[in-house]
């Protein structure tokens, strides 16, 4: 237990006061899996003392439960008797849901109750660890959220079930009537602004009935609690309206993707951005071109964490503003890697690499771990793209497919050194179940193409 959360054992009680004098009686414990849903207990205030102090037991095979309900065999799980975790509840991150009187929501801290250390497969612990091996070079990553979603209705002739909400197009960077005539956005920013989450603004993006949310910068860990909450409460606050919200990369044969684009830079233990450099070419420091070329050069790795399901790859292709190659540019939208015009304090990179699939923790660990890999290897950059990208005679190609991004993750040693054998193994484990379980089933596009004529 850190020293902040020895501290926090002897608060539950002051806690418990202060919650029941705002008329708040339960308190909503929550924590990722892999994929980044939510798992959560309810817990009646009265019992949170006891939760912080005990901690609330939990299967540890949560993480290797699927979509489905399956669970994978991952080692520590089925083999190992389906054992417990212990989730406590982090008191600092308590905030009142303004959709559900009377409930306080927090993160949950995991453990092994065999050891006290970490679950192996916490998300938010395998971040902590990434930035404390940054914190050991004297630097602090910043990080910017930028997310996208499609909102859907029900509709039993769809496929799965569901609709797009508004099918106007040509409505990118809209607000208003416009293209959401129910007005979802306007009411999601207010709910979201009094949860507390650093929510800054929102538009409908480029897809009927697609919606993009951006989040303030801040330290990376903070930034992670934020986008993982945004995630959960925007999901949670459709299925109040009777709608879908879905994160999912390409949910649509006729729309492109969702994005999950990080701004990042780093900052030195004086708090000062370590990417800015007045005097040198473009303005960029020495560091932030190597931290250019460690996300280059372990991209076909981080697709694992950034592109992290089979759908993810139908998002790519040309003239999708889905990087597909790897490459970088200066204030280019068709490169994985853009620099924004900003310098001073705002000199930032821009990984256009992840998908809104992507479970946050995740795909900020694998970015700030692959960023200082090429930091503390002075890796180079080639020469960034000009011009409109995706020329595959200049770039190189990601992974196409899931199977190929886990073939790289598992290839590329220095980024799983990073990230941890323990993690990365059951990872891959869970994830080619997924590959697996996907090839053994019959799609409705096979019955089309197929059945009649064969």
């Known amino acids: 237990m850190s020293a ?17 004098a705002e008329g708040i009686d339960v308190v909503r414990v929550g924590y990722p899996d892999l994929i980044g849903t939510d798992r959560a207990r309810d817990v009646l205030l009265s ?5 912080c102090a005990h901690g609330l037991a939990f299967c540890r095979a949560v993480y290797h439960t699927t979509p489905q309900g399956d669970v994978v065999p991952v080692t520590g799980g089925l083999d190992a008797g389906l054992p417990d975790i ?24 995991v453990s092994d109750p065999r050891t006290g250390a970490p679950a192996p497969e916490s998300p938010r612990d395998l971040l902590r660890a990434v930035l404390a091996r940054c914190g050991e070079h004297g630097l602090s990553p910043v990080v910017g959220p930028e997310l996208e979603y499609f909102l859907c209705e029900t509709d039993p002739a769809a496929p799965g079930g569901w609709r797009r909400y508004c099918e106007t197009s040509g409505a990118v960077y809209t607000t208003g009537l ?5 007005n979802h956005l306007l009411r999601l920013l207010r709910l979201l602004r009094d949860l507390g989450i650093g929510v800054t603004n929102g538009n ?56 999950f684009h990080l701004h990042l830079s780093f900052q030195d233990a004086e708090g000062r951005n370590v990417f800015d450099a007045p005097s040198r070419p473009h303005g960029l420091s ?40 790897i490459d970088w540019g200066l204030d280019n939208r068709s490169a994985m890697v853009r620099v924004p015009p900003e310098r001073g ?10 998908d809104a699939s992507a479970n946050p923790y995740l795909l900020i660990a694998g970015a700030v771990g692959a960023a200082l890999l090429g930091i503390t290897a002075r890796e180079e950059p080639p020469t960034p793209l000009e011009g409109y990208g995706y020329d595959t005679t200049r770039s190189a190609l990601l992974p196409s497919g899931l199977t190929a991004a886990l073939d790289a993750l598992e290839a590329d040693t220095a980024l799983t050194a990073v990230l941890g054998k323990e993690f990365t193994t059951a990872f891959l484990t869970y994830k080619r179940n997924e590959i697996e379980r996907f090839q053994q089933h019959v799609t409705d596009w096979e019955f089309t193409e197929y059945a009649y004529h064969l």
């Open 286 to 325: 020495a560091t932030a071109l190597h931290a250019v070329a460690g996300l280059l050069a372990h991209a076909p790795a981080l697709s694992a964490l950034a592109n992290p399901t089979i759908n993810s790859y139908k998002r790519f292709g040309p003239h999708t503003l889905a990087p597909w190659l």
């Open 204 to 259: 409908h993006e480029f897809e009927g009935a697609q919606f993009e949310i951006n989040l303030i910068h801040s330290g990376a860990a903070d930034a992670a609690d934020r986008a993982f909450r945004l995630k959960s409460a925007v999901k949670e606050l459709a299925r109040r309206e009777g709608r879908l919200a879905t994160f999912m990369a390409k949910p649509f044969n006729n729309a492109g993707g969702s994005g």
């Open 178 to 182: 416009r293209a959401d005539p129910d």
């Open 4 to 20: 902040q959360h020895a501290q926090q054992a002897h608060q539950p009680h002051e806690v418990v006061e202060r919650l029941a």
């Open 47 to 51: 019992h949170l003392p006891s939760a």
């Open 86 to 109: 212990l989730v406590r509840p982090d008191l600092d991150t308590l905030a009142a849901l303004p959709w559900e009187p009377g409930v306080a929501w927090c993160l949950g801290d």
């Open 345 to 354: 304090a705002g000199a930032r990179l821009e990984l256009r690499l992840g």
